[in-house]
């Protein structure tokens, strides 16, 4: 197993699964190849802005990623044609709220499994991780609470609405292109009929900072062995991926993403067949570019 002895090396893997798994689920970009083939890069930069790498940790960051992106394109997208191609037949037809739970399941697994995938080297990572390193992500973690708070906790609720509208009807708009007037009244209504608590979102955010940081923190004072690490990584990447279902809060994220996906099956229902062939042609889109990916094993 490959060894790392920087102190970047826990939190750097850590962000690249992130920034993968988000990259590469939500299919956010209109041009899928463009963004797979500078997916390190853009990691990177992503990183460095977090670490501010010095030229000897770039050299070796730059091929991890690398190594990373090589297993994903080998093993993973041929998954995600799958889940484009099964999202296009219930387009064609009438998708239903256990259909899209059932993508949104598959989306969350694919996610754990990157993180899964690199427990081995998490593990001997989190081994290596100095003080100053934790002190440093901390501040960085506490930076982006202020701007979650001010993006998403500013205004009464009525502001608050309206910025989590405008941010779904962005992924709206990626898949159906424009709404009209009258269809976007219908889409403001879906969303509003979700439970608003921004406050809940800001304190799950702030948890998981919290255990990350306490894992990392345990790790380096008590100097654990490798099987101790690997236990605690894997406790939390599921407490993280579970977090969904903690009890104390489990009704508020079953009522959320039940009203999400009414939401997406508001904006399915209203959809003109022009828009639906809009959805259907993005996704045909992203369907070639994972194939063509999946088959250039670079």
């Given amino acids: 197993m490959k060894k790392f002895n920087t102190h970047e090396s826990f939190i750097r893997r850590f962000h690249v699964l992130c920034v993968i798994a988000v990259m590469l689920t939500l299919t956010a970009c209109s041009t899928i190849r463009f963004t797979y083939n500078h997916g390190d890069t853009l990691a990177y930069w992503w990183l460095n802005a977090y670490l501010d790498l010095d030229s000897d940790q770039s050299s070796w ?12 394109r080998q093993t993973q997208l041929n998954d995600y044609i799958h889940l484009l191609s099964n999202g296009q037949r219930q387009l064609a037809g009438n998708p239903t709220q256990a259909d899209l739970m059932g993508d ?18 998490l593990t001997d990572l989190a081994r290596s991780v100095r003080p100053e390193q934790i002190a440093q992500m901390e501040k960085k973690f506490n930076a982006n609470n202020d701007t979650y708070r001010h993006k998403f906790l500013s205004g009464d609720a009525e502001k608050q609405q309206k910025v989590r509208y405008k941010k779904a009807m962005e992924q709206l708009e990626l898949w159906f292109g424009s709404f009209s007037h009258d269809q976007e009244a ?5 969303s509003d009929a979700r439970p608003l608590n921004n406050a809940i979102w800001l304190d799950e955010r702030m948890l998981r900072q919290k255990k990350i940081l306490a894992v990392l923190r345990k790790v380096q004072q008590e100097k654990l062995g490798k099987d101790a690490t690997m236990a605690l990584l894997r406790d939390l990447i599921k407490d993280i991926f579970g977090r969904f279902d903690a009890p104390e809060r489990k009704s508020f994220f079953d009522a959320y993403i039940d009203g999400t996906i009414q939401m997406i099956l508001t904006a399915t229902r209203i959809a003109t067949p022009e828009q639906k062939a809009h959805a259907q042609k993005r996704m ?15």
């Fill in 284 to 298: 045909q889109g992203w369907i070639d570019d994972f194939k063509i990916l999946a088959a250039d094993q670079k």
């Fill in 104 to 121: 949104y399941r598959d989306i969350k697994a694919r996610s754990e499994l990157l993180a899964i995938k690199a427990l081995p080297e």
């Fill in 186 to 190: 219908v889409l403001r209504k879906a």
């Fill in 61 to 72: 960051v730059k091929k991890d990623i690398d190594q990373l992106f090589h297993w994903h």
